[in-house]
């Protein structure tokens, strides 16, 4: 369980921790895995999100994911970005990686040690946006810099290395 005081303080910054689906790059399940190509090399993101036509989140995409489908044995073929659609290859991540409730820091902290972004959907499913490892570390910084100017921080017992070198 968090500290609840460090709880509040990392909260007092969580509207900057949601990056709003409409500026977000995506990309639909029904486009053609060549659309999806394209929008990862344009910008210079290794995964994005996968919607439904209803704006539902349905997965990730990356250019893993794309280049393995194009690898031959012994060529590199540009056939199935024509041929295969994003659902073809989309990644569904279990229920447990996707977060609705912004205020649950513990369950994001612990997703983010492995992801870079989380999606963010709604009580419906809807693509709501993005939480990222980057804002999140923000507010970190600010904390270690910034919680004695709110809190006073006295030691419970004196620090390890202190006590084992025993009396002079």
Do not use: C, W
Not at 35 to 60: M, Q, W
Not at 66 to 91: C, F, G, N, Q, R
């Amino acid at each position: 369980m968090i500290i609840p005081e460090l709880q509040r303080f990392l909260l007092q910054n969580s509207e900057h921790y949601l990056i709003p689906a409409d500026v977000v790059a995506n990309v639909n399940m029904d486009n053609r895995l060549g659309h999806a190509f394209l929008v990862l090399t344009k910008v210079r993101y290794a995964k994005i999100p996968v919607l439904d036509n209803e704006s539902h989140f349905i997965g990730f995409i990356s250019l893993a994911m794309i280049t393995d489908k194009m690898l031959a044995l012994d060529h590199v073929s540009l056939e199935p970005l024509d041929h295969l659609k994003v659902a073809d290859v989309v990644e569904r991540p279990d229920s447990d990686s996707i977060v609705s409730d912004l205020v649950d820091i513990e369950k994001i902290l612990h997703l983010l040690v492995d992801n870079p972004f989380l999606p963010v959907v709604d009580d419906d499913g809807l693509f709501v946006g993005i939480i990222t490892r980057r804002e999140y570390m923000k507010s970190f910084n600010e904390l270690v810099h910034n919680l004695n100017k709110e809190y006073d921080l006295v030691p419970i017992q004196q620090p390890v290395s202190s006590a084992m070198k025993g009396p002079k």
